[in-house]
Structures are given as structure tokens and as C-alpha cells.
């Protein structure tokens, strides 16, 4: 699965496309994985940008939920931003949205977890 990351400053934004589901997520698991050993205090924030996301199963789930466990060890960053609305009632039900950091747009998200990266995002 491509994540096309855009860095800005110290945090990379991350934006999946299509489904995670049984057949996606061990690509997205893979693809995550360098990204989330450097989201760590002192290194870099993450955003994932699930704006091209239309649906999310219980296996995704379990991915994002393995990588918020990894950020809090290393004490990183973090955020999940834009969700579509049939991923959001999945996030609500599921009650992913008390686990990850949810963010309207990866504006706000940027604004929470970085206000250097911020500034990058909105001159770009």
C-alpha cells in the first residue's frame, strides 16, 4: 500500500487510499512500520490523512491500534485526520475515537501535534 508522505518540518503526513480490510492490511501494517519506529519524542510526529479512505474493517483497526500502542511506548505523536463518513461511524462504534487522536482535517492535526509543521503546511 503507497502511504504518499509529505513531510512538513517534524511530522510526516501520511495518506492511505481505498479499503483496509483483510486484504490490505498487512501491506498497511508493512508500509506504517518505518514510519511509526520514528514517531518517537525528539523524532517525528505522524498524521494519517484518511480523506482517501472509504472503509476501514476490524483488522485495520487492530493495525492502528498496534501503532498507538508503539507511539505511546516511544512517547511519539500520533493522529488520525479527515475520515470519511462511513469510516468515522466505524471510528464512533468501535470507539476508536477515545484510542487515537481524531482531527477534522490534517490542518487541525498539524496544529494539535506540531505548530512548526503548521506553518510549513499552510506556506505550501
Do not use: N, W
Amino acid at each position: 500500500m503507497d502511504l504518499r508522505p509529505k513531510r512538513y518540518v517534524d511530522t510526516v503526513v501520511l495518506s492511505p487510499v481505498g479499503r483496509i480490510d483483510h486484504a490490505t492490511s498487512e501491506d498497511f501494517k508493512i508500509a506504517l512500520a518505518p514510519y511509526m519506529t520514528r514517531c518517537a519524542e525528539g523524532q517525528d510526529r505522524v498524521v494519517l490523512d484518511f480523506a482517501g479512505v472509504e472503509y476501514i474493517s476490524s483488522v485495520g483497526l487492530r493495525v492502528l491500534m498496534l501503532a498507538s500502542k508503539q507511539a505511546k511506548a516511544q512517547r511519539g505523536s500520533l493522529g488520525i485526520a479527515a475520515l470519511q463518513p462511513a469510516v468515522r461511524e466505524i471510528f464512533d462504534i468501535s470507539r476508536f475515537t477515545m484510542v487515537l487522536d481524531v482531527f477534522p482535517s490534517v490542518r487541525e492535526g498539524l496544529a494539535r501535534l506540531s505548530p512548526k509543521a503548521l506553518a510549513t503546511f499552510d506556506a505550501a
